[in-house]
């Protein structure tokens, strides 16, 4: 009885520690796991890369509005690894109600503007096409709210082979390079 007893303490000491042991190694193990998906998952985000099909976004940015501003732009860097050429065909903007897709042109007077591409922008098999600041870009009309700056808003792009894709648009300061907002004067509403 009185040696059993000894054995179950003996036991019980050497088993403890170990056990805990384990369960702190298994706990962290978990966390490190966790952690290491979380990782994962917020990759894409940090990236700012968003993938359908052969259609790869990165990086899609907006720039930060006024208060009432009822425009605003956005950029993204658009690739298609497909062996057939795709075409970006509509956008959406939450902050949005409505977004078009535009190209800068020059007009008869040789004036920089822009006009929306109604049949789309096509992405050419292998290519990248950059929508920046002075170039193609998308157009957020009819502004609900004011895109601020550091914050984010969701979207979606959708390509006419490859489909939709849900993208976050991050907003960059009112600074950011383009001389391109002055030709949205005729955007107004
Ligand atoms: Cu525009």
Avoid at 142 to 165: I, P, Y
Wanted: hydrophobic share 40%; with cysteine; glycine share 12%.
């Amino acid at each position: 009885m009185h040696s059993s007893f000894r054995d179950a303490v003996r036991v019980a000491l050497n088993t403890y520690p170990v056990s805990r042991f384990r369960s702190v190694e298994e706990r962290f193990g978990i966390v490190g796991f966790t952690l290491m998906l979380l990782f994962a998952m917020c990759q894409p985000l940090l990236a700012h890369e968003y993938k359908i099909g052969e259609i790869e976004i990165v990086r899609p940015w907006s720039r930060a509005t006024p208060e009432g501003a009822k425009v605003a732009a956005g950029y993204a860097v658009i690739k298609n690894n497909g062996a057939t050429p795709d075409r970006l065909v509509s956008v959406t903007g939450v902050i949005a109600g409505k977004a078009e897709i535009h190209e800068m042109a020059v007009d008869t007077k040789g004036v920089m503007t822009m006009r929306p591409l109604v049949d789309g922008l096509e992405i050419p098999a292998g290519g990248t096409v950059e929508l920046k600041p002075g170039s193609f870009h998308i157009m957020f009309l009819n502004l609900q709210q004011a895109a601020k700056e550091g914050a984010a808003f969701r979207g979606a792009l959708t390509f006419a082979k490859a489909g939709t894709v849900d993208v976050e648009f991050t907003v960059q300061g009112m600074g950011e390079s383009g001389g391109h907002d002055k030709s949205h004067g005729g955007h107004g509403g």
